[in-house]
């Protein structure tokens, strides 16, 4: 079956330094894999698309890579701040016209100061 | 401004009732989705639907039901054979062509056994 892994154990990092986030996935072929942040108690809020045929996608400090040889993309924020402390989540797409996402777990992201 | 508000952000739920989660987006987004949330598990889909009138089961649909008579509202009902529904409940939509359009999310209903 499907299946979509995010690092279990939470991320802390120093403000200033590169966060790395990781979602891999199995058994499956997305055609698109977007990114989410969520806050305790809110909805995910989207943060970046990348597509299949996409390396790489950047946005002010962010930026995701998409290996689909690895099944693996990488999620960076850098210059980290304590205001990008939350959880981020992964979410896969296939091509099918149904705009079905499989999300991950997450990653829960501490920046201390 | 353009959003997504669900009601009530807490709801207690009695054995063999059933209770309805409010979910209404005025974005003119045409998709509107279901998710649960359980601690340390990813979203997953209970129902969508695409357009007004239509909507298909998730992953998880059993001890759910849904309607949508307008386009602006989708709302989810917590039947009494859902014997596990102590959870968050998030409703999201979004623009075609899907997946790849964002979608929007609510800021959820916590929904808890009495």
């Known amino acids: 079956s499907q299946k979509i892994e995010q690092n279990s154990e939470a991320l802390n990092i120093q403000e200033g330094k590169t966060a790395t986030l990781t979602c891999n996935y199995t058994n499956y072929s997305p055609a698109y894999l977007q990114w989410y942040r969520q806050d305790p108690g809110r909805g995910p809020v989207f943060l970046l698309l990348i597509r299949e045929n996409e390396k790489e996608k950047r946005k002010e400090r962010l930026k995701v890579t998409f290996d689909t040889t690895l099944k693996q993309s990488l999620f960076h924020i850098t210059a980290s701040q304590p205001a990008d402390s939350a959880t981020y989540l992964c979410a896969l797409g296939g091509s099918s016209n149904t705009g079905k996402l499989i999300f991950g777990q997450g990653t829960t992201l501490q920046v201390k100061p | 401004d353009g959003g997504i508000t669900q009601s009530p952000k807490y709801l207690f739920r009695k054995e063999g009732q059933n209770v309805t989660l409010s979910c209404e987006q005025n974005l003119n987004h045409d998709a509107m989705y279901w998710y649960r949330q359980d601690p340390g598990q990813g979203l997953r889909l209970i129902y969508y639907?695409?357009?007004?009138?239509?909507?298909q089961k998730g992953d998880i649909a059993e001890g759910y039901s849904v309607s949508r008579e307008k386009k602006e509202s989708f709302p989810l009902t917590v039947t009494s054979a859902q014997k596990n529904p102590t959870a968050f409940y998030l409703c999201?939509?979004?623009?075609?062509?899907?997946?790849?359009?964002?979608?929007?999310f609510g800021d959820g209903t916590r929904l808890s056994i009495l």
């Open positions: 999201a939509s979004s623009f075609p062509p899907y997946p790849n359009q964002p979608q929007h």
């Open positions: 639907s695409q357009i007004v009138n239509d909507f």
